[in-house]
């Protein structure tokens, strides 16, 4: 059965770091696209960064970009390093994959999603 799990959630007062990770456990992640969304309190589900896990090709939402990054290892893991961070950075964070997909910030695509992580910024 294909799961993914995050983890490296927590409180951060605003302007620090705090790095997300996504395991993957199933089939190998090639060919796949796995992405990042957020829920913050009483907003809708929003795109913030994807990856495509053959090649590392990446596309960021405007507004991470150049504070977050993408990546991921052989291992079937993805990660979200979050610098720089905002009180509106608050929210649920869950990654998603979806196979050949492209490089898409639309959440209807993903058909596999982990339970989510909370991260709270203070400010």
């Known amino acids: 059965q294909v799961q993914l799990v995050e983890s490296g959630g927590g409180l951060v007062q605003a302007g620090g770091s705090l790095k997300l990770s996504c395991m993957y456990s199933?089939?190998?992640?090639?060919?796949?696209?796995v992405a990042w969304f957020r829920q913050g309190p009483g907003k809708e589900r929003a795109f913030v960064a994807v990856i495509a896990f053959s090649g590392g090709s990446t596309y960021y939402a405007d507004s991470v970009k150049g504070r977050f990054t993408i990546s991921r290892d052989n291992d079937n893991n993805v990660y979200l390093q979050m610098n720089s961070l905002k009180p509106e950075d608050t929210a649920v964070y869950y990654c998603?994959?979806?196979?050949?997909?492209?490089?898409?910030?639309?959440?209807?695509?993903?058909?596999?999603w982990g339970q989510g992580t909370q991260v709270t910024v203070s400010s």
């Open positions: 199933g089939y190998n992640l090639r060919g796949y696209t």
């Open positions: 998603a994959a979806q196979y050949n997909g492209g490089l898409s910030g639309d959440a209807r695509g993903y058909n596999t």
